[in-house]
């Protein structure tokens, strides 16, 4: 196994202000790298980039704006250019729109909600930043899947359908990549501790992971320990999909 080290690398990190890409923020600092820490949540994100010093820069904005990602970008290449992305930003519609409704009901602007900040997000950052990993001839792309992509949701009808967008979104981004050294990966967690209540979704574990078990999975497929791994998707769910698979 390889040391890891991210000294001197420019990472940026959407949904930087909370959760699983706040603490791989904090993780990519502590191990050296530079973050340009990115989310809508303007406060959430000062107060916890000031935390971080000045390894971590925040860029506030929406990813479903691609002049927000070309922003971000351009500081990333002032920077020296990005050597990883990590898409963290997204979420349940249903939630995060407050229209808990049947998919039937739902106003035409949670549906765009749930589509573009799941899909869009991700796919606008990857095409901000991939040039400059073509450039380097070196990077790596990391997107957040959800088991909803397998799954499906009758609610939030949006957040599965784009997350299943990702898992072949990877192969794309992957096969652009190869020629010129950069890798793309889907890491797709179950329930996270990042919500109190996420520890109600079942898995055969009989546990949500800790936010550190995902966050593992992203410095393991960005390091080059993860060489040779590129345009899959990596399950990480304490067992959730076996779940529904043996029907005797
Ligand atoms: N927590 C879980 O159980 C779980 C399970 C499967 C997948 N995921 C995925 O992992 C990723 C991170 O999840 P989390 O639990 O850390 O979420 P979180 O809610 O803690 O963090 C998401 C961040 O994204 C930001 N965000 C939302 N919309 C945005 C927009 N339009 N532009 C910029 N930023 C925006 C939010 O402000 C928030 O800070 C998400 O993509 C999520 O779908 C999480």
């Given at each position: 196994?390889?040391?890891?080290?991210?000294?001197?690398?420019?990472?940026?990190?959407?949904?930087a202000a909370?959760?699983?890409?706040?603490?791989?923020?904090?993780?990519?600092?502590?191990?050296?790298?530079?973050?340009?820490?990115?989310?809508?949540?303007?406060?959430?994100?000062?107060?916890?980039?000031?935390?971080?010093?000045?390894?971590?820069?925040?860029?506030?904005?929406?990813?479903?704006?691609?002049?927000?990602?070309?922003?971000?970008?351009?500081?990333?290449?002032?920077?020296?250019?990005?050597?990883y992305l990590?898409?963290?930003?997204?979420?349940?519609?249903?939630?995060?729109?407050?229209?808990?409704?049947?998919?039937?009901?739902?106003?035409?602007?949670?549906?765009?909600?749930?589509?573009?900040?799941?899909?869009?997000?991700?796919?606008?950052?990857?095409?901000?930043?991939?040039?400059?990993?073509?450039?380097?001839?070196?990077?790596?792309?990391?997107?957040?899947?959800?088991?909803?992509?397998?799954?499906?949701?009758?609610?939030?009808?949006?957040?599965?359908?784009?997350?299943?967008?990702?898992?072949?979104?990877?192969?794309?981004l992957a096969?652009?990549?190869?020629?010129?050294?950069?890798?793309?990966?889907?890491?797709?967690?179950?329930?996270?501790?990042?919500?109190?209540?996420?520890?109600?979704?079942?898995?055969?574990?009989?546990?949500?992971?800790?936010?550190?078990?995902?966050?593992?999975?992203?410095?393991?497929?960005?390091?080059?320990?993860?060489?040779?791994?590129?345009?899959?998707?990596?399950?990480?769910?304490?067992?959730?999909?076996?779940?529904?698979?043996?029907?005797?």
């Open positions: 196994m390889k040391e890891i080290s991210f000294k001197g690398k420019v990472v940026v990190i959407t949904g909370s959760g699983i890409g706040l603490k791989t923020s904090q993780e990519f600092v502590r191990l050296g790298a530079t973050v340009i820490m990115c989310d809508v949540n303007e406060v959430s994100l000062q107060k916890e980039s000031s935390g971080l010093g000045s390894a971590a820069v925040a860029k506030a904005g929406d990813v479903r704006d691609f002049g927000y990602a070309l922003s971000v970008a351009a500081e990333a290449e002032r920077m020296g250019g990005a050597d990590v898409a963290c930003a997204g979420g349940y519609e249903a939630r995060c729109c407050k229209s808990m409704v049947p998919f039937y009901e739902q106003p035409v602007e949670v549906i765009d909600w749930g589509l573009d900040v799941n899909l869009k997000g991700p796919v606008y950052f990857s095409r901000a930043l991939m040039p400059q990993m073509v450039a380097k001839r070196s990077g790596v792309i990391i997107l957040l899947g959800s088991v909803t992509g397998f799954e499906g949701d009758g609610v939030g009808a949006m957040y599965g359908t784009a997350k299943s967008g990702l898992f072949n979104f990877v192969k794309g096969m652009a990549g190869a020629p010129h050294g950069v890798r793309a990966v889907c890491i797709t967690p179950g329930p996270v501790l990042t919500r109190a209540d996420m520890s109600l979704m079942p898995t055969l574990m009989g546990r949500a992971a800790e936010t550190r078990e995902i966050v593992d999975v992203i410095f393991f497929m960005c390091s080059d320990n993860a060489s040779f791994i590129t345009g899959t998707n990596h399950i990480v769910d304490g067992g959730r999909l076996c779940m529904y698979q043996k029907t005797y």
